[in-house]
């Protein structure tokens, strides 16, 4: 047979599917045999009898091949050396993708042992071209070429491989075909290496790097942060030998006046603005402010409208409350000297709602105005009133009065205008008369007559006169004895009291009663003493009058006392937290502290606060990505006026809410509003004033950490999940700084972007409470999602930054098994008595050594003795700085660890069968694999390591760690227990 005719006719004539590869990631292309047509000139030996050149036009192109059919004669060693191929200085490692088609050896009437199905692919380092000069000995062999699909004749199968040729350190290098009677044809020689192209990832930019060989699988590159960006420190990230860029470790953010838009920072628009360093969006102008120019870090409040120096630059511009309305004084029947002032508030309150008044009193005589002085009392105060009422009291009954009240707010201060309401008032003339002096007329030994007067200002109306006297008795200084008045009621302002004793002293106060019965206050106690029987007017006056003023010192010595102990007290009642907050040591705190949204009074205030509303014409919703407990969450878009649109996650609140639901579901975004970080999912605004509320925030493409490791089980490196850890590590630091306990943190309830970052989501106030579906109920009454929370928060509620530290631990562990289950299949109670009886879970598998010491600190029982998220953050990054780190394995320690779930069978005796075994592990699909392979007995079972499972068929990483970790329960197995210990 004429083997070369059917190498000419197979290999020229016959069209192929020729593949090209579509170029997805960067290639650097060295040589191009496609590409280079016929001036290839590569070498051939021997040079007749050996690989030919052949050529074909495919759709008016010629394509050239290299062909050879040599399967009759034995022995064959024919070589066929590409030109000298420069390489780039920094591409150690270069990518050898090769298509060819090899006939079929079944298809030739020949030997078979001269007909080969293979050829191989040697290559040789060089600093120089060397021209002709050919020996092979200088080649390396890199890789036996078999084809996937052999051709028989009359049908063509072209084959790709790709292989690495790795390690080259010399200027260039030369590859070689070596064929050893084979019938194959080359049609494509394509050598590459990678590079991860130039970009711009979280607002830090990476120049185009060359990618790592086996020796620098990952190359760390540094980069800077784009223009109007910056970061404390310097960015990074990391480029596979694949030539992908993965982990981009970077905190830029756009300065002041500038956002991220499209990789870059970009100026607020006109009418937006920005205040600090931070990756929030430039937030459109509050109310009442002036048109801002773009690139504005803060809107300047339009003329007549104030921020109060405690307002932060973000709040609205407000202006001066208006006059307090309807002024009104009334008395009552009862009191005396005293009105009560009323007024409706502020009908225009400015936008604020701090609004006091102040109420100033002014008395006139005449015109005559003066203020009133402290005699005068306003209950519960004349200044700083909330409250639109007052009292007033010790007022003169014939005097008239003035009040203003004047509505003040935090703004007040910056304007001279006063919103003020005043109003002239007098007590009634009816109010009672004073009684000004008290004189005895005559007096006998029996009887004493007395005459007052009253104010010469008060009208003579005063128709009656209580007058009240009593014996003063001699010890009464001494007992506090007090005796009884006689009182009468007399209508002229004169009297004779009769059937007095002789020699004794009277007391006599008396006070005028008005026409309508109102009495006034009582005059001024006086003594008067009655003449001894029969003999002269003498008294001890003086005596007894120093006793009484004596006493009237200690009483006021007494309430002033009183008064300023009372004063202290309030005074200390008054001192809210905050108080406390500022003067205790915590004041080293960062001064941004979250504020949980239940310390205001009205929920809506604490949203409006910290989230801003959008309307929802600038929202669309295109499909539903989850549900969460108040309602379907969404994907959508978010297109706000002149802005870009954003893709965003929008959370609904479901019909038929309740008022509380709705401010439990609001909550979350009260939360979410006061963080700003790279790892804590953003806050876009919030949808409150329309029936349908709902939150807007950035939307997480890979959704929930927990689900996309599962889905991605076994396909990213330690490095790469310790690069997820650090982020989730990073916004917890956050939260701590802030004083918010998280209280859920799972994997779950972290969400995962297109560049893999993680951040921590699921805020709000009852959410552990209601809508986490791991929460359990405890004793207490609360839920709580026990495999994820520290035992002191299970046992009393001790929720800390520490208790996140240990629901971090097992957010690690998750991350590292790929989102299998803490405790497997263990019931909850299951799991508090291992925690309690020290056993923690065991290293996952492939688990770095470091990663898993880390997970134990976080585990401590004493939770003062648990990492800080600020050292745990240091931790994973010195681990990823240097990722030999990460080399060292994890082992299973048997004396702290808790094994998997059924290591024995159910009624707890040994496994009698490999089939009962695999079952109680839900692995029962491998049975046929493990008796195929011969191992029927459980103690051969207890023989296998990893590779032996691999070995036998089981390939899903997730089913081959189930089984291997089984076995290693199975091997430390001293009891029936699920748990055991040394
Ligand atoms: P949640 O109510 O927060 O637990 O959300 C329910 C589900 O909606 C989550 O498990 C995610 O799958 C999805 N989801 C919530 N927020 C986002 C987001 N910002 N981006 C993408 N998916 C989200």
Known sequence: MDYSRIKRTLFVSVFMNFVFISLQKKQEVLLDMVASGAELGWLTSP??????????????????????????????????????????????????????????????????????????????????????????????KVATIAPDEISSLGEMKMNIETKVVDNLSHKGFYLAFQDIGACVAIYSVRVYYKTCPATVKSLAKFPETVAGGENQALREVTGSCVSNAVSEDQPRIYCTTDGEWVVPMSQCQCIPGFEAMNDACQECQPGFFKPSVSSETCKPCP?????????????????????????????????????????????????????????????????????????VCERCEGRACQPCGEKVRFDPSNTDLKETRVTVSDLEPYLNYTFTVEARSGVSQFSNKRATNSIITALPYTSPIK????????????????????????????????LMFRKKEND?????????????????????????????????????????GNPGSYSLEKEFSTLPEASQKTGNTAVILGAVIGGGVMLFIVVVVLLLRKRRRNSHTRRGPE?????????????????????????????????????????????????????????????????????????????????????????EASIMGQFSHQNIIRLEGVVTKFKHAMIITEYMENGALDKYLKDHDGEMSSFQLVGMLRGIAAGMKYLSDMSYVHRDLAARNILVNSNLECKVSDFGLSRVLEDDPEGTYTTSGGKIPIRWTAPEAIAYRKFTSASDVWSFGIVMWEVMAFGERPYWDMSNHEVMKAINEAFRLPAPMDCPSAVYQLMLQCWLQDRSKRPRFGDIVSIIDKLLKSPDS?????????????????????????????????????????????????????????????????????????????????????????????????
Not at 594 to 612: G, I, M, Q, R, W
Not at 944 to 956: A, Y
Not at 958 to 970: E, T
Request: negative net charge.
């Open 47 to 140: 040079v007749e009898h050996g690989w030919e050149i052949g050529q074909r036009a495919v759709n008016g192109s010629l394509l050239y091949n290299y062909y050879i059919c040599n399967v009759e004669e034995r022995e064959q060693d024919n070589w066929l050396r590409t030109t000298f191929i420069q390489r780039n200085p920094t591409a150690s490692r270069v990518f050898v993708e090769l298509q060819f088609v090899v006939r079929d050896c079944n298809s030739f009437n020949v030997d078979s042992l001269t007909c080969k199905e293979t050829f191989n692919l040697y290559a040789s380092e060089a600093d120089a071209d060397i021209g002709t000069a050919f020996r092979k000995g200088q080649f390396r």
């Open 287 to 359: 109310e009442n402010t002036q048109p801002s120019g773009s690139g504005a870090i803060s809107c300047t409040c339009k003329d007549g409208f104030y921020r109060a120096p405690e307002d932060p630059e973000t709040a609205d511009c407000s202006g001066l409350p208006s006059a307090p309305q309807d002024l009104v004084a009334t008395t009552a029947q009862t009191s005396i000297g005293r009105l009560q002032l009323s007024w409706k508030p502020s009908a225009d309150t400015g936008g604020r709602s701090d609004i006091r008044y102040t109420v």
């Open 435 to 466: 009684v000004t002096a008290m004189y005895v007329v005559d007096r006998s030994s029996t009887s004493l007559s007395l005459q007052w007067s009253v104010s010469h200002l008060s009208k003579p109306v005063a128709t009656r006169y209580e």
């Open 476 to 516: 009464e200084e001494i007992t506090g004895k007090v005796t009884t008045y006689t009182v009468l009621v007399l209508e002229k302002n004169s009297v004779q009291i009769s059937d007095l004793s002789p020699s004794t002293v009277y007391l006599f106060k008396v006070q005028a009663l008005s026409p309508e």
């Open 579 to 667: 108080d406390t907050y500022f003067s205790s040591p915590d004041q080293l705190k960062p001064l941004k502290t979250y504020v949980d949204p239940h310390t205001y009074e009205d929920p809506n205030t604490a949203v409006l606060k910290f989230a801003s509303e959008i309307h929802p014409s600038h929202i669309t919703k295109q499909k539903v990505i989850g549900a969460g407990e108040f309602g379907e969450v969404y994907r959508g878009i978010l297109k706000v006026s002149s802005r870009k649109e954003t893709a965003v996650a929008i959370k609904t609140l479901k019909p038929g809410y309740t008022e509380k639901q709705r401010q439990d579901f609001l909550s």
């Open 886 to 982: 990460l080399k060292a394995i994890a082992d299973f320690d048997p004396r702290v660890s808790i094994r998997l779930p059924s290591t024995s069978g159910s009624d707890g005796s040994p496994f009698r069968s490999v089939a009962e075994w695999l079952e109680s592990i839900k692995m029962s699909q491998y049975s046929e694999n493990f008796s195929k392979a011969g191992i029927i007995g459980m103690e051969q079972v207890l023989q296998m390591k990893s590779e032996d499972i691999h070995n036998i068929g089981v390939h899903l990483p997730g089913h081959l760690k189930r089984i291997a970790y089984s076995i290693l329960g199975l091997k430390d197995q001293t009891s029936t227990l699920s748990v055991f210990a040394v």
